[in-house]
């Protein structure tokens, strides 16, 4: 799935570009990553395959951007929030870049993979409707 593999790459960015590259990085600190990572994946892994698939389609642009930012708030609550409980509970623990980037890398392509798949069907669904 290009989402998940798309979310992984922009998952390793964003982190060495927030936090660098020099570690080791204390788990209470990054923590908080995990809610602009759940709603910038969610929103990338859901907005762009949508907008694709709605132009064969033939449907507005505005009820699949509110979607999308309805999924992408939910999942930075959610899998955010699950994340950063994650790293929450052990605060002091350093961790190497080298298992840091795999980590967020996995999270991020586990959640596209979750919410890629979310959209589409909503989207199809609502098309399905709309048909006379």
Known sequence: MISVVINVVLSIGFFVGLFGTRGPFALGAVGPDFFPQSFMVALMGTLVPSLIANRRLGGGIR???LRCLGIAILS??????LGWRWFATHPATLLPLASMLPLKAV???ILAAIVTPIALRLLFNSAQQAKP
Request: aromatic content about 8%; proline content about 8%.
């Open 107 to 109: 999270f991020g392509g």
């Open 76 to 81: 930075a609550a959610i899998a955010g929030g």
């Open 63 to 65: 009820p699949i951007v």
